[in-house]
Protein backbone atom coordinates (compact mmCIF):
# COMPACT_ATOMS: atom_id res chain seq x y z
CA UNK A 1 0.00 0.00 0.00
CA UNK A 2 1.19 3.54 -0.54
CA UNK A 3 2.56 4.58 2.68
CA UNK A 4 1.46 8.29 2.34
CA UNK A 5 -1.92 6.77 2.33
CA UNK A 6 -4.14 6.80 6.07
CA UNK A 7 -6.71 4.16 6.48
CA UNK A 8 -9.92 6.10 8.25
CA UNK A 9 -10.76 3.77 12.01
CA UNK A 10 -14.65 2.52 11.18
CA UNK A 11 -17.09 1.61 13.72
CA UNK A 12 -17.77 -1.97 14.17
CA UNK A 13 -21.43 -0.52 12.90
CA UNK A 14 -22.16 2.57 10.63
CA UNK A 15 -24.84 4.02 11.38
CA UNK A 16 -28.02 5.49 9.54
CA UNK A 17 -28.83 9.44 9.26
CA UNK A 18 -32.66 9.80 9.87
CA UNK A 19 -33.89 13.20 10.38
CA UNK A 20 -30.49 14.47 11.78
CA UNK A 21 -30.32 11.58 13.77
CA UNK A 22 -27.75 8.45 13.79
CA UNK A 23 -28.81 5.52 14.30
CA UNK A 24 -29.49 2.55 13.97
CA UNK A 25 -33.19 1.82 14.74
CA UNK A 26 -35.13 -0.76 15.30
CA UNK A 27 -32.75 -3.38 13.07
CA UNK A 28 -30.85 -5.91 14.24
CA UNK A 29 -29.89 -7.39 10.75
CA UNK A 30 -26.34 -6.75 9.93
CA UNK A 31 -24.59 -6.77 6.51
CA UNK A 32 -21.15 -6.96 6.35
CA UNK A 33 -19.10 -4.36 4.23
CA UNK A 34 -15.90 -6.18 2.58
CA UNK A 35 -12.91 -4.72 1.17
CA UNK A 36 -12.84 -6.52 -2.27
CA UNK A 37 -8.98 -6.64 -2.64
CA UNK A 38 -8.60 -8.72 0.64
CA UNK A 39 -12.02 -10.14 1.44
CA UNK A 40 -11.77 -8.91 5.22
CA UNK A 41 -14.90 -7.35 6.72
CA UNK A 42 -14.14 -3.41 7.12
CA UNK A 43 -17.21 -2.53 9.21
CA UNK A 44 -21.06 -3.45 9.11
CA UNK A 45 -24.19 -1.98 7.96
CA UNK A 46 -27.83 -2.17 9.40
CA UNK A 47 -30.14 -3.40 7.41
CA UNK A 48 -33.41 -0.97 7.45
CA UNK A 49 -36.83 -2.51 7.48
CA UNK A 50 -39.99 -0.88 7.53
CA UNK A 51 -39.71 1.37 10.61
CA UNK A 52 -36.85 2.98 9.32
CA UNK A 53 -37.92 3.24 5.80
CA UNK A 54 -41.50 4.54 6.85
CA UNK A 55 -39.20 6.91 9.88
CA UNK A 56 -36.83 8.42 6.85
CA UNK A 57 -39.82 9.01 4.22
CA UNK A 58 -41.65 11.12 7.49
CA UNK A 59 -38.94 13.04 8.31
CA UNK A 60 -38.04 14.07 4.78
CA UNK A 61 -41.78 14.70 4.11
CA UNK A 62 -42.02 16.81 7.14
CA UNK A 63 -39.07 18.78 5.96
CA UNK A 64 -40.06 19.52 2.65
CA UNK A 65 -43.94 20.50 3.72
CA UNK A 66 -42.45 22.96 6.65
CA UNK A 67 -40.02 24.29 3.91
CA UNK A 68 -36.86 24.38 6.10
CA UNK A 69 -35.18 24.16 2.94
CA UNK A 70 -37.03 25.22 0.00
CA UNK A 71 -38.24 28.33 1.86
CA UNK A 72 -34.54 29.66 2.22
CA UNK A 73 -33.83 32.40 0.17
CA UNK A 74 -32.26 31.09 -3.01
CA UNK A 75 -28.81 32.41 -2.21
CA UNK A 76 -28.85 31.16 1.22
CA UNK A 77 -28.67 27.50 -0.43
CA UNK A 78 -26.57 28.52 -2.47
CA UNK A 79 -24.36 29.06 0.24
CA UNK A 80 -24.76 26.23 1.69
CA UNK A 81 -24.11 23.87 -1.37
CA UNK A 82 -20.76 25.94 -1.83
CA UNK A 83 -20.34 25.13 1.98
CA UNK A 84 -20.52 21.81 1.32
CA UNK A 85 -18.40 21.56 -1.76
CA UNK A 86 -15.03 23.07 0.40
CA UNK A 87 -15.99 20.82 2.85
CA UNK A 88 -15.81 17.98 0.23
CA UNK A 89 -12.48 19.25 -0.66
CA UNK A 90 -11.63 19.57 2.30
CA UNK A 91 -12.20 15.53 3.17
CA UNK A 92 -11.54 14.67 -0.89
CA UNK A 93 -8.64 11.99 0.07
CA UNK A 94 -10.39 10.70 3.06
CA UNK A 95 -13.17 10.34 0.64
CA UNK A 96 -11.52 8.92 -2.13
CA UNK A 97 -9.79 6.47 0.40
CA UNK A 98 -13.01 5.23 1.87
CA UNK A 99 -14.65 4.85 -2.01
CA UNK A 100 -11.36 2.59 -2.78
CA UNK A 101 -11.46 0.18 0.95
CA UNK A 102 -15.45 0.15 -0.48
CA UNK A 103 -15.45 -0.76 -4.05
CA UNK A 104 -11.76 -2.18 -4.56
CA UNK A 105 -11.01 0.70 -7.76
CA UNK A 106 -7.62 2.36 -8.25
CA UNK A 107 -7.10 5.09 -5.72
CA UNK A 108 -5.79 7.51 -8.23
CA UNK A 109 -9.46 6.85 -10.09
CA UNK A 110 -11.17 6.88 -6.87
CA UNK A 111 -9.65 10.50 -6.57
CA UNK A 112 -10.99 11.46 -10.20
CA UNK A 113 -14.20 10.21 -8.71
CA UNK A 114 -14.44 12.78 -5.71
CA UNK A 115 -13.45 15.54 -8.00
CA UNK A 116 -16.03 15.27 -10.45
CA UNK A 117 -18.67 14.83 -7.57
CA UNK A 118 -17.28 17.93 -6.62
CA UNK A 119 -17.60 19.73 -9.49
CA UNK A 120 -21.32 18.74 -9.92
CA UNK A 121 -21.95 20.14 -6.12
CA UNK A 122 -20.22 23.31 -6.96
CA UNK A 123 -22.01 23.70 -10.51
CA UNK A 124 -25.26 23.23 -9.06
CA UNK A 125 -24.81 25.05 -6.14
CA UNK A 126 -25.88 28.20 -8.46
CA UNK A 127 -28.78 26.48 -9.50
CA UNK A 128 -31.30 28.08 -7.06
CA UNK A 129 -30.40 31.65 -7.53
CA UNK A 130 -31.33 30.94 -11.27
CA UNK A 131 -34.29 29.00 -10.98
CA UNK A 132 -36.80 31.88 -12.21
CA UNK A 133 -40.36 31.74 -13.24
CA UNK A 134 -41.58 32.75 -17.14
CA UNK A 135 -44.10 35.10 -17.47
CA UNK A 136 -46.05 34.73 -20.29
CA UNK A 137 -48.61 37.69 -19.63
CA UNK A 138 -48.80 40.51 -17.24
CA UNK A 139 -51.40 43.00 -17.82
CA UNK A 140 -53.83 45.05 -16.35
CA UNK A 141 -56.55 43.05 -16.07
CA UNK A 142 -54.44 39.44 -16.75
CA UNK A 143 -51.03 38.14 -15.26
CA UNK A 144 -50.21 34.43 -16.72
CA UNK A 145 -46.88 32.58 -15.12
CA UNK A 146 -45.39 29.46 -14.76
CA UNK A 147 -42.50 28.51 -12.06
CA UNK A 148 -40.85 25.99 -11.37
CA UNK A 149 -41.67 24.10 -7.92
CA UNK A 150 -39.71 20.83 -6.04
CA UNK A 151 -40.92 17.67 -6.73
CA UNK A 152 -40.93 17.10 -3.23
CA UNK A 153 -39.41 13.57 -1.02
CA UNK A 154 -36.92 11.97 -3.44
CA UNK A 155 -35.72 8.57 -3.45
CA UNK A 156 -31.69 8.26 -4.56
CA UNK A 157 -31.13 5.03 -5.04
CA UNK A 158 -26.80 4.40 -5.88
CA UNK A 159 -25.16 2.01 -7.53
CA UNK A 160 -22.04 0.43 -6.24
CA UNK A 161 -19.77 1.22 -8.67
CA UNK A 162 -19.37 4.84 -8.00
CA UNK A 163 -20.53 5.37 -4.80
CA UNK A 164 -19.36 9.25 -4.22
CA UNK A 165 -19.52 10.25 -7.42
CA UNK A 166 -23.36 9.18 -8.17
CA UNK A 167 -24.31 10.32 -5.08
CA UNK A 168 -23.17 13.65 -5.20
CA UNK A 169 -24.38 13.61 -9.02
CA UNK A 170 -28.34 12.93 -7.41
CA UNK A 171 -27.76 14.94 -4.45
CA UNK A 172 -26.60 17.77 -5.74
CA UNK A 173 -29.24 19.10 -8.41
CA UNK A 174 -32.60 17.57 -5.74
CA UNK A 175 -31.31 20.25 -3.52
CA UNK A 176 -30.60 22.82 -5.75
CA UNK A 177 -34.56 22.89 -6.93
CA UNK A 178 -35.39 22.55 -2.74
CA UNK A 179 -36.21 18.82 -3.02
CA UNK A 180 -35.70 16.52 0.29
CA UNK A 181 -33.83 13.14 0.41
CA UNK A 182 -33.30 9.37 1.22
CA UNK A 183 -30.32 8.41 -0.32
CA UNK A 184 -30.01 4.37 -0.18
CA UNK A 185 -26.54 3.31 -1.35
CA UNK A 186 -25.62 0.14 -2.36
CA UNK A 187 -25.07 -2.71 0.66
CA UNK A 188 -21.69 -2.98 -0.56
CA UNK A 189 -20.39 0.50 -0.71
CA UNK A 190 -22.13 2.27 1.43
CA UNK A 191 -19.40 4.48 3.34
CA UNK A 192 -18.80 7.33 1.27
CA UNK A 193 -22.64 8.22 1.28
CA UNK A 194 -22.40 8.09 4.80
CA UNK A 195 -19.80 10.96 4.67
CA UNK A 196 -21.39 13.14 2.42
CA UNK A 197 -24.78 13.20 4.38
CA UNK A 198 -22.58 14.02 7.44
CA UNK A 199 -20.54 16.95 5.10
CA UNK A 200 -24.40 18.10 4.41
CA UNK A 201 -25.32 18.46 7.78
CA UNK A 202 -21.90 20.07 8.67
CA UNK A 203 -22.13 22.46 5.47
CA UNK A 204 -25.65 24.31 7.07
CA UNK A 205 -28.29 21.60 5.37
CA UNK A 206 -31.39 21.59 7.44
CA UNK A 207 -32.13 18.05 9.30
CA UNK A 208 -34.13 15.67 8.03
CA UNK A 209 -33.60 17.17 4.22
CA UNK A 210 -31.26 14.81 3.31
CA UNK A 211 -31.55 11.26 5.10
CA UNK A 212 -29.52 7.79 4.52
CA UNK A 213 -30.60 4.42 5.04
CA UNK A 214 -28.80 1.30 4.75
CA UNK A 215 -29.48 -2.22 3.76
CA UNK A 216 -29.69 -4.58 0.58
CA UNK A 217 -32.54 -4.53 -2.12
CA UNK A 218 -34.88 -5.59 0.43
CA UNK A 219 -34.37 -1.79 1.87
CA UNK A 220 -34.60 -0.15 -1.83
CA UNK A 221 -37.46 -2.20 -2.83
CA UNK A 222 -39.74 -0.76 0.38
CA UNK A 223 -38.26 2.85 0.02
CA UNK A 224 -39.22 3.02 -3.63
CA UNK A 225 -42.97 1.38 -3.29
CA UNK A 226 -43.36 4.34 -0.31
CA UNK A 227 -45.96 6.65 -1.19
CA UNK A 228 -44.52 9.30 0.63
CA UNK A 229 -41.88 8.96 -2.21
CA UNK A 230 -42.65 11.09 -4.94
CA UNK A 231 -40.13 10.57 -7.49
CA UNK A 232 -36.76 8.26 -7.83
CA UNK A 233 -33.86 8.58 -9.41
CA UNK A 234 -32.24 5.53 -9.41
CA UNK A 235 -28.51 4.43 -10.63
CA UNK A 236 -28.52 0.58 -11.59
CA UNK A 237 -29.33 -2.48 -14.12
CA UNK A 238 -31.40 -2.80 -16.78
CA UNK A 239 -33.50 -5.00 -14.73
CA UNK A 240 -33.92 -3.68 -11.35
CA UNK A 241 -34.81 -0.58 -13.42
CA UNK A 242 -37.94 -2.80 -14.72
CA UNK A 243 -38.87 -3.39 -11.02
CA UNK A 244 -38.59 0.38 -10.26
CA UNK A 245 -40.60 1.24 -12.83
CA UNK A 246 -43.39 -1.32 -11.71
CA UNK A 247 -43.21 -0.28 -8.26
CA UNK A 248 -43.83 3.00 -8.76
CA UNK A 249 -46.49 2.95 -11.19
CA UNK A 250 -49.78 2.62 -8.38
CA UNK A 251 -49.00 6.55 -7.09
CA UNK A 252 -46.84 7.32 -10.73
CA UNK A 253 -44.08 8.16 -9.15
CA UNK A 254 -41.44 10.68 -11.45
CA UNK A 255 -38.68 8.62 -12.22
CA UNK A 256 -35.06 9.71 -13.42
CA UNK A 257 -33.31 5.75 -14.21
CA UNK A 258 -29.94 5.28 -15.58
CA UNK A 259 -29.35 1.83 -16.37
CA UNK A 260 -27.58 -0.46 -18.28
CA UNK A 261 -25.37 -0.57 -21.19
CA UNK A 262 -23.08 -2.45 -24.15
CA UNK A 263 -21.78 0.66 -25.59
CA UNK A 264 -20.09 0.59 -29.06
CA UNK A 265 -16.82 1.89 -29.53
CA UNK A 266 -16.22 2.43 -33.18
CA UNK A 267 -12.48 2.56 -34.96
CA UNK A 268 -12.67 3.82 -38.29
CA UNK A 269 -9.52 3.49 -40.46
CA UNK A 270 -8.58 6.72 -40.99
CA UNK A 271 -8.53 7.07 -37.31
CA UNK A 272 -5.11 8.06 -35.33
CA UNK A 273 -4.46 5.06 -33.95
CA UNK A 274 -2.04 6.04 -31.10
CA UNK A 275 -5.12 8.24 -29.64
CA UNK A 276 -7.96 5.35 -30.17
CA UNK A 277 -6.06 2.12 -28.91
CA UNK A 278 -5.19 3.76 -25.22
CA UNK A 279 -8.24 5.30 -25.01
CA UNK A 280 -9.91 1.85 -25.99
CA UNK A 281 -8.27 0.73 -23.39
CA UNK A 282 -9.12 3.26 -20.61
CA UNK A 283 -12.98 3.01 -22.21
CA UNK A 284 -13.14 -0.68 -21.77
CA UNK A 285 -10.96 -1.84 -18.66
CA UNK A 286 -11.35 2.00 -16.30
CA UNK A 287 -12.55 0.65 -12.87
CA UNK A 288 -12.02 -2.93 -14.35
CA UNK A 289 -14.78 -2.44 -16.51
CA UNK A 290 -17.25 -2.19 -14.00
CA UNK A 291 -19.21 1.13 -15.97
CA UNK A 292 -22.40 1.30 -17.21
CA UNK A 293 -21.05 2.98 -20.04
CA UNK A 294 -18.06 0.95 -20.64
CA UNK A 295 -16.96 0.49 -24.27
CA UNK A 296 -17.15 -2.68 -24.21
CA UNK A 297 -18.36 -3.56 -27.84
CA UNK A 298 -15.21 -2.59 -29.83
CA UNK A 299 -16.13 -1.92 -33.69
CA UNK A 300 -12.94 -2.06 -35.88
CA UNK A 301 -12.97 -1.32 -40.02
CA UNK A 302 -11.78 -4.49 -41.41
CA UNK A 303 -8.57 -3.34 -43.34
CA UNK A 304 -7.10 -2.36 -39.93
CA UNK A 305 -8.20 -4.91 -37.45
CA UNK A 306 -4.85 -6.45 -37.26
CA UNK A 307 -2.73 -3.50 -36.92
CA UNK A 308 -5.56 -2.89 -34.14
CA UNK A 309 -5.10 -5.67 -31.81
CA UNK A 310 -1.23 -6.04 -32.42
CA UNK A 311 -1.60 -2.61 -30.41
CA UNK A 312 -4.23 -3.54 -28.23
CA UNK A 313 -3.26 -6.93 -26.86
CA UNK A 314 0.51 -5.64 -25.67
CA UNK A 315 -1.02 -2.73 -24.20
CA UNK A 316 -3.81 -5.10 -22.18
CA UNK A 317 -1.05 -7.04 -21.13
CA UNK A 318 0.84 -3.65 -19.70
CA UNK A 319 -1.69 -3.09 -17.43
CA UNK A 320 -1.13 -3.48 -13.87
CA UNK A 321 -3.44 -5.33 -11.80
CA UNK A 322 -3.60 -5.07 -8.18
CA UNK A 323 -5.29 -3.85 -4.86
CA UNK A 324 -6.29 -0.17 -5.30
CA UNK A 325 -4.64 1.31 -2.52
CA UNK A 326 -0.86 0.50 -3.83
CA UNK A 327 -1.10 3.18 -6.36
CA UNK A 328 0.10 2.86 -9.98
CA UNK A 329 -2.51 0.25 -10.74
CA UNK A 330 -4.41 -0.44 -13.63
CA UNK A 331 -7.33 -2.86 -12.52
CA UNK A 332 -8.47 -3.48 -9.55
CA UNK A 333 -10.61 -6.41 -8.19
CA UNK A 334 -14.15 -6.73 -8.92
CA UNK A 335 -16.89 -5.52 -6.22
CA UNK A 336 -18.14 -8.91 -4.60
CA UNK A 337 -17.96 -12.96 -5.12
CA UNK A 338 -21.64 -12.23 -7.00
CA UNK A 339 -19.59 -10.27 -9.88
CA UNK A 340 -16.55 -12.42 -9.67
CA UNK A 341 -19.29 -15.17 -10.51
CA UNK A 342 -20.78 -13.04 -13.14
CA UNK A 343 -17.91 -12.01 -15.22
CA UNK A 344 -16.17 -15.40 -15.18
CA UNK A 345 -19.05 -16.90 -16.47
CA UNK A 346 -18.99 -14.67 -18.93
CA UNK A 347 -15.40 -15.41 -20.15
CA UNK A 348 -16.28 -18.86 -20.31
CA UNK A 349 -19.43 -18.62 -21.76
CA UNK A 350 -17.58 -16.75 -25.11
CA UNK A 351 -15.32 -20.04 -25.17
CA UNK A 352 -17.98 -21.97 -25.37
CA UNK A 353 -19.80 -19.66 -28.58
CA UNK A 354 -16.50 -19.93 -30.54
CA UNK A 355 -14.86 -16.97 -29.40
CA UNK A 356 -10.83 -17.34 -29.57
CA UNK A 357 -9.21 -15.15 -26.13
CA UNK A 358 -6.38 -12.80 -27.72
CA UNK A 359 -5.86 -11.98 -24.00
CA UNK A 360 -6.41 -12.42 -20.40
CA UNK A 361 -9.18 -14.86 -19.89
CA UNK A 362 -7.27 -17.13 -16.99
CA UNK A 363 -8.54 -16.74 -13.49
CA UNK A 364 -5.89 -15.22 -10.87
CA UNK A 365 -4.92 -16.24 -7.54
CA UNK A 366 -6.94 -14.77 -4.38
CA UNK A 367 -7.56 -13.23 -2.13
CA UNK A 368 -9.55 -11.01 -3.69
CA UNK A 369 -11.95 -10.54 -6.40
CA UNK A 370 -9.29 -10.39 -9.47
CA UNK A 371 -10.35 -10.78 -13.43
CA UNK A 372 -7.98 -10.11 -15.62
CA UNK A 373 -8.49 -7.75 -18.37
CA UNK A 374 -9.53 -10.02 -21.62
CA UNK A 375 -9.97 -8.99 -24.80
CA UNK A 376 -12.23 -11.81 -27.18
CA UNK A 377 -11.98 -12.22 -30.88
CA UNK A 378 -13.87 -13.88 -33.76
CA UNK A 379 -17.11 -12.75 -32.25
CA UNK A 380 -19.94 -12.58 -34.14
CA UNK A 381 -23.00 -10.21 -33.13
CA UNK A 382 -25.59 -12.97 -32.16
CA UNK A 383 -22.92 -14.31 -29.23
CA UNK A 384 -24.18 -13.46 -25.64
CA UNK A 385 -20.92 -12.23 -25.06
CA UNK A 386 -21.84 -9.65 -27.78
CA UNK A 387 -25.30 -8.12 -26.33
CA UNK A 388 -25.45 -8.30 -23.33
CA UNK A 389 -23.72 -6.56 -20.28
CA UNK A 390 -21.10 -8.36 -18.39
CA UNK A 391 -19.83 -5.03 -16.47
CA UNK A 392 -16.51 -6.38 -15.99
CA UNK A 393 -13.13 -6.25 -17.67
CA UNK A 394 -13.85 -8.05 -20.95
CA UNK A 395 -14.17 -6.33 -24.83
CA UNK A 396 -15.41 -8.04 -28.23
CA UNK A 397 -13.35 -6.93 -31.30
CA UNK A 398 -16.29 -6.85 -34.16
CA UNK A 399 -15.13 -6.33 -37.64
CA UNK A 400 -16.88 -4.23 -40.49
CA UNK A 401 -16.59 -2.92 -43.93
CA UNK A 402 -18.66 0.33 -44.34
CA UNK A 403 -19.70 3.12 -42.57
CA UNK A 404 -23.34 1.78 -42.91
CA UNK A 405 -22.47 -1.30 -41.47
CA UNK A 406 -20.75 0.16 -38.35
CA UNK A 407 -23.92 2.06 -37.72
CA UNK A 408 -25.81 -1.12 -37.85
CA UNK A 409 -23.71 -2.81 -35.30
CA UNK A 410 -24.01 -0.35 -33.14
CA UNK A 411 -27.39 0.52 -32.96
CA UNK A 412 -28.64 -2.94 -33.18
CA UNK A 413 -28.63 -3.97 -29.08
CA UNK A 414 -31.45 -3.03 -26.50
CA UNK A 415 -29.29 -0.33 -24.80
CA UNK A 416 -28.59 3.12 -26.14
CA UNK A 417 -26.53 4.56 -23.42
CA UNK A 418 -23.53 5.89 -24.62
CA UNK A 419 -21.10 5.17 -27.85
CA UNK A 420 -17.73 6.32 -29.02
CA UNK A 421 -16.17 7.27 -32.32
CA UNK A 422 -12.96 7.44 -33.50
CA UNK A 423 -12.02 9.30 -36.87
CA UNK A 424 -10.21 11.98 -38.88
CA UNK A 425 -13.31 13.25 -40.21
CA UNK A 426 -15.40 15.58 -38.76
CA UNK A 427 -18.19 15.11 -41.59
CA UNK A 428 -17.90 11.25 -40.45
CA UNK A 429 -18.06 12.31 -37.14
CA UNK A 430 -21.26 14.69 -37.42
CA UNK A 431 -23.03 11.99 -39.34
CA UNK A 432 -22.45 9.23 -36.95
CA UNK A 433 -23.30 11.46 -34.00
CA UNK A 434 -26.73 11.84 -36.08
CA UNK A 435 -26.96 7.85 -36.43
CA UNK A 436 -26.24 6.70 -33.32
CA UNK A 437 -29.38 5.45 -31.20
CA UNK A 438 -27.06 6.44 -27.92
CA UNK A 439 -28.09 9.27 -25.21
CA UNK A 440 -24.23 10.21 -25.33
CA UNK A 441 -21.69 9.96 -28.11
CA UNK A 442 -18.48 10.55 -27.71
CA UNK A 443 -16.18 11.42 -30.90
CA UNK A 444 -11.96 10.93 -30.54
CA UNK A 445 -12.43 10.80 -26.74
CA UNK A 446 -14.00 8.55 -24.14
CA UNK A 447 -15.83 9.09 -20.83
CA UNK A 448 -16.11 12.55 -20.67
CA UNK A 449 -18.37 14.19 -18.09
CA UNK A 450 -19.26 17.94 -17.44
CA UNK A 451 -21.80 18.43 -15.11
CA UNK A 452 -23.27 21.36 -16.88
CA UNK A 453 -23.87 18.55 -19.98
CA UNK A 454 -26.96 15.84 -19.50
CA UNK A 455 -25.90 12.35 -19.10
CA UNK A 456 -28.39 9.63 -19.68
CA UNK A 457 -29.79 6.59 -22.13
CA UNK A 458 -32.07 6.05 -24.40
CA UNK A 459 -34.21 2.09 -25.13
CA UNK A 460 -33.63 -0.11 -22.46
CA UNK A 461 -30.47 2.25 -21.13
CA UNK A 462 -33.03 4.42 -18.94
CA UNK A 463 -35.35 7.50 -18.80
CA UNK A 464 -34.13 11.53 -18.34
CA UNK A 465 -31.03 12.36 -17.63
CA UNK A 466 -28.70 13.22 -14.89
CA UNK A 467 -26.34 16.19 -14.74
CA UNK A 468 -27.18 19.47 -16.82
CA UNK A 469 -30.79 21.74 -16.39
CA UNK A 470 -32.27 18.19 -17.25
CA UNK A 471 -31.16 17.10 -14.21
CA UNK A 472 -32.72 19.90 -12.09
CA UNK A 473 -36.00 19.96 -14.38
CA UNK A 474 -36.63 16.14 -13.71
CA UNK A 475 -36.53 17.09 -9.70
CA UNK A 476 -39.16 19.72 -10.28
CA UNK A 477 -42.89 20.18 -11.29
CA UNK A 478 -44.34 23.49 -13.51
CA UNK A 479 -46.62 25.18 -12.10
CA UNK A 480 -48.83 27.30 -14.62
CA UNK A 481 -50.87 30.20 -12.98
CA UNK A 482 -53.70 32.55 -14.54
CA UNK A 483 -55.03 35.55 -12.47
CA UNK A 484 -57.62 37.24 -13.90
CA UNK A 485 -57.97 40.89 -11.98
Known amino acids: ?42 TTVAQAGPAEVSAAVEAADTAHRDRR ?60 TRLAGTVHAAGPDRHVYSVREPVGVVAAVLPWNFPFMIAAWKLAPALAAGC ?30 VNVLTGDGRTGAELVANPGVAKVSFTGSTEVGRHIMAAAAPSLKRLTLELGGKSPNIVFADADLDLAVPNAVRAVFGHSGQMCTAGSRLLVERGIVKEFLNRLVPAVEALRIGPGLTGGINIGPLVSQEQYDRVTGYVELGRAEGAEVAVGGEPLPGPGWFVPPTVFTDVTPDMRIAREEIFGPVATILPFDTEEEAIALANDSEYGLAAGVWTGSLARAHRTAAALEAGTVWINTYNEFDPAVAFGGMKQSGLGRDLGDAAVDGFTELKSVTIAL
Not at 13 to 29: N, Q
Not at 188 to 209: K, N
Request: charged residues 25%; hydrophobic residues 40%; glycine residues 8%.
Open 1 to 42: MDPSIVIPRLPDCEPMLIGGEWTTGTATERISVLDPATREQL
Open 180 to 209: TVVVKPAEQTPLTALRLAALCLEAGVPEGV
Open 69 to 128: WRGLPPRQRRDVLLRLADLVERDAEQLAVLDTLDNGKAIERARGDVELGLQAIRHFAGTP
